[in-house]
Structures are given as structure tokens and as C-alpha cells.
């Protein structure tokens, strides 16, 4: 990366640092999503308040971020600039300077990155995620299924770019599910609309 690109990093950053699920919980009342469940800011916890529609939003402005960053940054200085911005917005959402840099674990900014940079290889994985949480109903399974495939489905339909930008972020996703991948081969992490983390 070349000095130039950092300002995109930094736009990424702070966009993706914004706490959709904390604002909207707490602009509905339910107090601080950090004491539901499993205390993640993500659309996935937000679903544990019973708040299928504040779940569904926190999940699509999360995503939207991503995709602004992408979009945003793309526009004003190129391709590159806007892979970065989308590895930026990512780091934002998962360590936001505001809540002490314990944010989500990225899944659905990851997935707004990849269909504003991507959006063939996107739709694919959104639709890899969607089969997975559908048959074997856990988020994260899921969610590493869909950041797993999205490198290889990059490195063929994308370019090198925007498979090495799908290579980094599936490492940040898979390094913040460390908890869950060790329920998921002990059988005891829960499945979608439990409580758990």
C-alpha cells in the first residue's frame, strides 16, 4: 500500500466504525446491545432482542457502510483507492475507536465491500451465507462458509485485487470468529435467534 492510499483506509475506517446495531437498539429503547446475548453489535445479536425489523436494518446499514466505503472512495480516486476504503471500513466495524475497539465481527460490512467492489463474487457469497443459515441455522457457519468460498470465487471472476482484498478481510472475519469455531466443533454454539454469542 502507498501513502496515497491511506486516506481511503481512513474513510473506510470511519465509516465502517459507525455502531449501527448499538444506535438503532438504543434509539428503540432496549438499552445497550454490548448486555444482550452475546454482546456484539451485529445483526445477529440485535435478532436475540426479538427485533426482527431492528435486526434486518442493522444488517443492511452495516452492509451499507462497507458499500459506501467502496463506492465512495472508488468514485474519487479509482479501483484501488476503493479496495482499501472497503479493507478500512471492515477494521472500523470490527475495532471502532468509539466503543474501545470492540466492535462486530464483520460479516455483513465484509459482504456490503464485496458487492460494491465485487458484486458478482457478493451475490454469490450472500447467496452461499443464505443456503448455509437456511439448512444448518447457525450465523457463523454461515458466515465463514460465505468468507472462505469469496477468496477463490475473487481470484477467478474479479481479478488479483479484489481476491487479495477478499483473502484479508476473510482472515479478519475468521480471526473474530475465533469463539465461535470453537463451539462449533465442541456442538454447543447456538443456533440462529438463540441466545449465545
Known amino acids: 500500500m502507498t501513502g496515497a492510499m491511506l486516506p481511503w483506509v481512513g474513510l473506510g475506517y470511519l465509516l465502517g466504525a459507525i455502531p449501527f446495531g448499538l444506535l438503532l437498539t438504543r434509539a428503540a429503547g432496549l438499552g445497550d446491545i454490548r448486555r444482550v446475548g452475546s454482546g456484539n453489535i451485529g445483526a445477529t445479536n440485535v435478532l436475540r432482542t426479538g427485533r426482527k425489523g431492528l435486526a434486518a436494518a442493522t444488517l443492511a446499514l452495516d452492509a451499507a457502510k462497507g458499500a459506501a466505503a467502496v463506492l465512495i472512495a472508488g468514485a474519487l480516486a479509482g479501483r484501488e483507492a476503493g479496495l482499501w476504503a472497503g479493507l478500512g471500513a471492515v477494521l472500523g466495524h470490527l ?27 457478493g451475490v454469490l457469497a450472500a447467496l452461499v451465507w443464505l443456503a448455509m443459515a437456511k439448512f444448518a441455522r447457525f450465523s457463523s457457519l454461515a458466515t465463514l462458509t460465505a468468507f472462505a468460498v469469496a477468496p477463490v470465487l475473487a481470484w477467478g471472476l474479479a481479478g488479483r485485487g479484489a481476491a487479495l482484498l477478499s483473502l484479508a478481510i476473510a482472515a479478519l472475519v475468521f480471526a473474530r470468529h475465533h469463539a465461535n469455531i470453537r463451539r462449533l466443533l465442541a456442538g454447543t454454539e447456538p443456533r440462529i435467534g438463540q441466545r449465545g454469542a
Open 95 to 121: 475495532f471502532p475507536v468509539w466503543l474501545k475497539f470492540r466492535g462486530g465481527k464483520g460479516g455483513a460490512t465484509g459482504l456490503g465491500v464485496g458487492l460494491a467492489a465485487m458484486p458478482v463474487v
